[in-house]
């Protein structure tokens, strides 16, 4: 039986694995290859993992790092930051991560996508898409980690997304990161009807029926959480977790 | 390291010469069995005396918690005596906060029974997390001073966490899982005081490569401050009841969908491999002596029983690589130089500069004037996580 895929969303700063609030109050949640490790043990579906400082160090993601995740997860996952080159992308494929993720260079150059998508496959290129309101003028893509808006709104840059190859898009929403307070359900049905690939949503889970609205009333294909799978409890102690195979399945019916 | 000594095993239970102080009488007893029927015993369960000594206690606890949102804090590893600490204390109606040290080595069961504990108990759970890369460096610093207390840097953290959580809430007890029934004994050679913090600079000058930032220090200062100025005690509840590891695991699985691990604190990576091949195999350390030879003393076990679980051995030859393998990545290390660090010869803390003189007068003096027998607990010996 079909079900959303369920991906911890995991965000780097140099060799810590950290939660920001809004983009914004990093929180140290500690190292990443354990993190990796737990996950792995408890049969995540996928992961993603974001470097949110590469794209302004003007770097890649570290290689050593895709390397160290892939000896540790029999799942497949993703991995973001800084990626400008078909090399990068190539680097990153051959050091065993399954797919890129790509933002910043998305919005600045569409093109990109299309050249990277031909060479590599739609299925090994994401697209990640910050969303937040821009003054005046509503809703609007985001980059350089939430920093400078553009001019796209969601749903025009989700459809070239899709027409330059992308194979899935990643719809993070940047007011609702780390409220756990729900996800942006109008904007994921928006952009889920909008096009024919793949949307995670992204931005805002924090209980298995979030996970639920995103898929049932977002029609999300795939459910994306940070602060869900690192805490526990309404004191958000750290904790790294994972909800049972039968919880997921419950939860969807 | 040691003198030589020809190997002698205790008639009733089953430390032996591995512990070089080992004392025997003319009937081939040892000195720690014998001082656990002597005065150890006193300090486990003793029916209605401990019932009502508890009973007030735990009263205690509640009147002086009345006015805070938490009246104890219990810090929480996902091991069998912390999470039955937490069953028991919310059967008491008392009104803990859970506190967990992320070192960095979790395993899945830990987190997993973690988070069953907190909420299946519905228990508010904080966490204090080290920063891997220093404490990377910190563990590794232990690992080349090659002495047999390779989890100093962990123990120092638990207390260092529990205390501050304590503090910060307003807390006055702390209530540790430590407990006689499994616990009494433990040889001096065995474990040297956690509290040490010049032993634990001096090896970090020596081996470390990163200034340390962020890890805490704790040491007999801290100690007399929170003891003293915030009035905070540790209380071992599990001394005060019949505690049986067997049956708290029962239980646990019974009532909370609680998950068994292969042997005593196998919630962490990096203290299972410690535990069950670092002490053996390179000190002739191995705790579960110490824990079947409390268990006979208890009555839990037979010694005959006791004696076949000695025979395997105390890790998985199968599994053993592997495990190696990941330590070794997760230290930065190729699997060579874990190796090598792990083949340099043995050592003892007293290699290195170290407090022990004036921590051995500050305990005893402190024992001599305040001691709580039930209290005391393995000259600073806590396993509360």
Same mark, same amino acid.
């Given at each position: 039986?079909?079900?959303?895929?369920?991906?911890?969303v995991?965000?780097?700063?140099?060799?810590?694995?950290?939660?920001?609030?809004?983009?914004?109050?990093?929180?140290?949640i500690?190292?990443?290859?354990?993190a990796?490790?737990i996950?792995?043990?408890?049969?995540?579906?996928?992961l993603?993992?974001?470097?949110?400082?590469?794209t302004?160090?003007?770097?890649t993601?570290?290689l050593?790092?895709?390397?160290?995740?892939?000896?540790?997860?029999?799942?497949?996952?993703?991995?973001?930051?800084g990626?400008?080159?078909l090399e990068?992308?190539?680097?990153?494929?051959s050091?065993?991560?399954?797919?890129?993720?790509i933002?910043?260079?998305?919005?600045e150059?569409?093109?990109?996508?299309?050249?990277?998508?031909?060479?590599?496959?739609s299925?090994?290129?994401?697209?990640?898409?910050?969303v937040?309101?821009?003054?005046?003028?509503?809703p609007?893509?985001?980059?350089?980690?939430g920093?400078?808006?553009?001019?796209?709104?969601?749903?025009?840059?989700?459809?070239?997304?899709?027409?330059k190859?992308a194979?899935?898009?990643i719809l993070?929403s940047?007011?609702n990161?780390?409220?756990?307070?729900?996800?942006?359900?109008?904007?994921?049905?928006e952009?889920?009807?909008?096009?024919?690939?793949p949307?995670?949503?992204?931005?805002?889970a924090?209980?298995l029926?979030?996970?639920?609205?995103?898929?049932?009333?977002?029609?999300?294909?795939?459910?994306?959480?940070?602060?869900?799978?690192?805490?526990?409890g309404?004191?958000?102690?750290?904790l790294?977790?994972?909800?049972q195979?039968?919880?997921?399945?419950?939860?969807?019916? | 390291?040691w003198?030589?000594?020809v190997?002698?095993?205790?008639?009733?239970c089953?430390?032996?010469?591995?512990d070089?102080?080992?004392?025997?009488?003319?009937?081939g007893?040892c000195?720690h069995?014998?001082?656990?029927?002597?005065?150890v015993?006193?300090?486990?369960?003793?029916?209605?005396?401990s019932?009502?000594d508890?009973?007030?206690?735990?009263?205690?606890?509640?009147?002086?918690?009345?006015?805070?949102s938490?009246?104890?804090v219990i810090g929480?590893?996902?091991?069998?005596?912390?999470?039955?600490?937490?069953?028991?204390?919310?059967?008491?109606?008392?009104r803990?906060?859970a506190?967990h040290?992320?070192?960095?080595?979790n395993?899945?069961?830990?987190?997993?029974?973690?988070?069953?504990i907190?909420n299946?108990?519905?228990?508010?759970?904080? #966490?204090?997390v080290?920063?891997?890369?220093?404490?990377? /460096?910190l563990?590794?610093?232990? &690992?080349? *001073?090659s @002495?047999?207390?390779m989890?100093?840097?962990?123990?120092?953290a638990i207390?260092?966490?529990?205390?501050k959580?304590?503090?910060?809430?307003?807390?006055?007890?702390?209530?540790s899982?430590?407990?006689?029934a499994?616990e009494?004994?433990?040889p001096?050679t065995?474990?040297?005081?956690p509290k040490?913090?010049?032993?634990?600079?001096?090896?970090?000058?020596?081996?470390?490569?990163?200034?340390?930032s962020t890890?805490?220090?704790?040491?007999?200062?801290d100690?007399?401050?929170?003891k003293?100025i915030?009035g905070?005690?540790?209380?071992?509840p599990?001394?005060?009841?019949?505690?049986?590891?067997?049956?708290?695991?029962?239980?646990?699985?019974?009532?909370l969908?609680?998950?068994?691990?292969?042997g005593?604190?196998?919630?962490?990576?990096?203290?299972?491999?410690v535990? #069950?091949?670092?002490?053996?195999?390179?000190f002739q350390? /191995?705790?579960?002596?110490?824990? &079947?030879? *409390?268990? @006979?003393?208890?009555?839990i076990?037979?010694?005959?029983?006791?004696?076949?679980q000695?025979e395997n051995?105390?890790?998985d030859?199968?599994k053993?690589?592997?495990e190696?393998?990941?330590?070794?990545?997760?230290?930065?290390?190729?699997?060579?130089?874990?190796?090598k660090i792990?083949?340099?010869?043995p050592?003892s803390?007293?290699?290195?500069?170290?407090?022990?003189?004036?921590l051995?007068?500050?305990?005893?003096?402190?024992?001599?004037f305040?001691?709580?027998?039930?209290s005391?607990?393995?000259?600073?010996?806590?396993?509360?996580?």
């Amino acid at each position: 039986m079909f079900r959303p895929r369920v991906i911890p969303v995991l965000l780097l700063k140099g060799q810590s694995l950290v939660k920001t609030i809004s983009f914004k109050n990093e929180r140290y949640i500690g190292d990443p290859i354990n993190a990796v490790k737990i996950f792995n043990d408890l049969e995540a579906d996928e992961l993603v993992f974001l470097d949110i400082l590469a794209t302004k160090e003007r770097r890649t993601v570290s290689l050593q790092f895709v390397q160290d995740v892939g000896a540790e997860a029999n799942m497949p996952f993703a991995v973001g930051g800084g990626i400008r080159t078909l090399e990068d992308v190539r680097k990153i494929i051959s050091a065993g991560a399954e797919k890129v993720v790509i933002n910043s260079f998305a919005v600045e150059f569409p093109e990109f996508i299309q050249q990277a998508s031909r060479n590599f496959g739609s299925s090994t290129i994401t697209v990640c898409m910050d969303v937040k309101n821009a003054l005046f003028k509503g809703p609007r893509i985001w980059k350089f980690s939430g920093n400078r808006s553009s001019r796209y709104s969601p749903i025009d840059f989700a459809r070239i997304m899709e027409d330059k190859g992308a194979g899935e898009l990643i719809l993070q929403s940047i007011t609702n990161d780390g409220q756990m307070q729900g996800y942006d359900i109008p904007l994921i049905k928006e952009i889920s009807e909008a096009v024919s690939i793949p949307v995670v949503a992204l931005g805002g889970a924090g209980t298995l029926e979030h996970f639920k609205h995103a898929y049932t009333e977002g029609f999300a294909s795939a459910v994306g959480a940070g602060s869900f799978f690192v805490y526990q409890g309404s004191k958000r102690g750290v904790l790294i977790n994972y909800p049972q195979r039968s919880e997921i399945i419950n939860c969807f019916q | 390291m040691w003198s030589q000594r020809v190997y002698q095993q205790c008639t009733y239970c089953v430390m032996d010469t591995t512990d070089p102080e080992i004392v025997f009488d003319e009937k081939g007893q040892c000195h720690h069995c014998r001082s656990y029927q002597q005065k150890v015993h006193k300090l486990t369960y003793q029916g209605k005396a401990s019932d009502h000594d508890f009973k007030l206690l735990t009263e205690q606890v509640k009147i002086d918690g009345k006015t805070a949102s938490y009246d104890c804090v219990i810090g929480v590893s996902g091991g069998v005596d912390s999470s039955y600490t937490c069953y028991l204390a919310k059967r008491l109606g008392l009104r803990p906060l859970a506190v967990h040290m992320d070192n960095g080595w979790n395993s899945r069961e830990a987190v997993k029974n973690i988070k069953t504990i907190c909420n299946s108990l519905e228990i508010d759970y904080v #966490s204090h997390v080290l920063n891997w890369e220093e404490f990377k /460096d910190l563990q590794l610093a232990f &690992l080349k *001073a090659s @002495i047999v207390e390779m989890e100093i840097p962990t123990d120092v953290a638990i207390q260092y966490a529990l205390h501050k959580v304590a503090a910060e809430n307003g807390v006055k007890y702390i209530l540790s899982g430590g407990n006689m029934a499994g616990e009494a004994i433990l040889p001096r050679t065995w474990f040297y005081y956690p509290k040490d913090s010049k032993l634990l600079k001096s090896i970090h000058r020596k081996y470390g490569t990163k200034k340390i930032s962020t890890y805490p220090t704790f040491d007999y200062l801290d100690e007399i401050y929170y003891k003293f100025i915030k009035g905070i005690r540790i209380l071992y509840p599990l001394n005060y009841v019949p505690y049986s590891k067997p049956d708290a695991m029962k239980t646990l699985e019974e009532k909370l969908g609680w998950v068994k691990y292969g042997g005593v604190h196998h919630e962490s990576m990096f203290t299972r491999i410690v535990l #069950s091949y670092l002490q053996p195999t390179k000190f002739q350390v /191995d705790y579960r002596k110490c824990t &079947l030879s *409390a268990q @006979i003393c208890n009555g839990i076990i037979s010694r005959k029983e006791a004696l076949a679980q000695l025979e395997n051995l105390s890790y998985d030859p199968d599994k053993i690589q592997e495990e190696k393998a990941y330590v070794a990545k997760k230290f930065g290390l190729s699997l060579a130089e874990f190796e090598k660090i792990l083949s340099l010869p043995p050592k003892s803390y007293r290699d290195y500069p170290n407090n022990e003189k004036l921590l051995d007068f500050l305990y005893s003096t402190y024992r001599r004037f305040w001691g709580d027998e039930r209290s005391y607990h393995n000259a600073g010996y806590d396993s509360s996580s």
